[in-house]
């Protein structure tokens, strides 16, 4: 008779234990922006809701800020580095393809011999990387795992494009995910639209760099309008989704904390997911910009420092991005 393998068994509940985050130093008003771009800081605030943004310096590596927004989750957690069994970080601004940043992340945290690896679904991966973190802890392969998003998108930026130059930023936000006596995570809602991968997208193939005479970095190029468009409606049916799988209601939720692209797509979900007035809505795009993967931590950690949300609140998190690729979920605030 063929031997049995054994299956392994994890905790039944897993949960957001601690949330952390590092912004650059540098601020850039859209004073610093508009004479490249032909345009005024009135017409950005008025298509984007974006006044600051934080460009990473020199040192701000995405290491480095990956390193300082992992030890202020943390320590929120109550958790030791060495008790993280994997690292999750994702990316699309580690501009090397091999290796991931992932395991020299762990490495400088001082992480035992964690599991470590990069996800790379631009602005969508933070909250895929919640979604396979649960399941690790769920699953037994993990017990605490570390998720990671960060970006230095003005590496890949060209800061003469109408379409994109106002909008990216760099920083850095992170969660520790581990086992929880109640749930702290509901179901994720994921997939992705493959009919529209040239939404955005990088301006061209390496190949195609490597094989031009004076060879120019690829920067990013996005179809705003139909980005636009298609974030503000499909998404709402994501967001409404998770929260039903959640087994909750809009009038259970306390907070919803969507990928901070643009103040208008916010307010577009928020209607037709037709949210109550009481539920408080991250707006960290105004000061912050869009910083891709990084983005719903870095506006989760801001509403939890400012209090806006509170230790056990409902939180929908739902982020959308290049692919086109989304993932949401529900969960409890650390």
Not at 246 to 267: S, W
Request: with cysteine; hydrophobic share 45%; aromatic share 6%.
């Amino acid at each position: 008779m063929p031997a049995s393998l054994v299956t392994a068994s994890g905790s039944a509940h897993a949960a957001v234990l601690g949330v952390g985050s590092y912004r650059p130093r540098r601020l850039v008003p859209n004073a610093e922006i508009v004479d490249a771009i032909d345009s005024s800081d009135e017409w950005i605030q008025q298509r984007s809701g974006i006044k600051t943004r934080r460009f990473a310096g020199p040192d701000e590596s995405v290491q480095m800020m990956s390193v300082a927004a992992a030890r202020g989750a943390l320590e929120h957690a109550g958790i030791d580095a060495a008790q993280v069994d994997a690292v999750v970080v994702a990316t699309v601004s580690h501009l090397m393809q091999t290796p991931a940043i992932a395991p020299a992340i762990a490495h400088e945290l001082g992480c035992d011999a964690p599991v470590a690896f990069d996800i790379s679904a631009a602005c969508a991966g933070f909250c895929q990387g919640v979604g396979v973190a649960s399941d690790m802890v769920r699953s037994g392969s993990a017990r605490h795992v570390l998720v990671i998003g960060v970006e230095r998108l003005t590496d890949i930026l060209n800061r003469e494009d109408r379409g994109t130059a106002f909008i990216f930023a760099d920083g850095a936000g992170a969660v520790v995910v581990g086992p929880s006596e109640t749930e702290g995570i509901g179901p994720t809602v994921w997939g992705s639209d493959g009919e529209q991968f040239d939404y955005i997208r990088q301006t061209e193939d390496w190949r195609d760099v490597i094989a031009e005479d004076s060879p120019v970095m690829p920067t990013l190029t996005m179809q705003g309008s139909a980005v636009f468009r298609w974030a503000s409606f499909a998404m709402s049916k994501v967001g409404l989704e998770a929260i039903e799988r959640a087994g909750i209601t809009v009038d259970d939720l306390d907070v919803f904390v969507p990928h901070q692209a643009n103040m208008r797509i916010t307010d577009a979900m928020a209607r037709s997911m037709k949210l109550p007035a009481t539920v408080r809505i991250a707006r960290d795009v105004a000061d912050q910009g869009n910083t891709s993967a990084a983005s719903v931590p870095l506006a989760l950690h801001r509403m939890v420092e400012e209090g806006e949300a509170r230790p056990g609140d409902l939180a929908l998190l739902i982020a959308f991005g290049a692919g086109l690729s989304y993932a949401a979920q529900v969960v409890r605030v650390p």
